[in-house]
């Protein structure tokens, strides 16, 4: 059965760094598109940050580019989430989602899978 898992998520002060990881199971990420997502209460979720399962391109929301950095390791099954330089305003639950479609895309029905999340919370 296939499954996505986050992890990695918590509570850190403005400034600090987190890193999530996105473990799949019962399917091998190499060819998929995965995307972050992000959904803080009273928002639209929104992509954060993604890598595409062709050429390995990357993406970033201009509100973390420069501060956050997607990365994949196939031999883990696992794509991670580097997030550097953290602001209350990053405050949201993560989500990771797998599509076999060959670019990034910022659409959510685009994409075949989706974990859970994981909570991540700025603040002094």
């Known amino acids: 059965q296939w499954q996505l898992v986050e992890s990695g998520g918590g509570l850190v002060q403005p400034g600090g760094s987190l890193r999530l990881s996105c473990v799949a199971s019962g399917f091998t990420l190499d060819s998929y598109t995965i995307h972050w997502f992000r959904q803080a209460p009273g928002k639209e979720r929104e992509g954060v940050s993604c890598?595409?399962?062709?050429?390995?391109?990357?993406r970033y929301a201009n509100s973390v580019n420069g501060r956050f950095t997607v990365s994949r390791d196939n031999a883990k099954n696992t794509v991670y989430l580097q997030m550097n330089t953290l602001r209350p305003e990053d405050t949201a639950v993560y989500y990771c989602a797998a599509g076999q479609i060959p670019f990034c895309s910022g659409v959510r029905s685009d994409y075949d899978y989706w974990g859970q999340g994981t909570q991540v919370t700025v603040s002094s």
């Open positions: 890598v595409s399962g062709t050429d390995g391109q990357t």
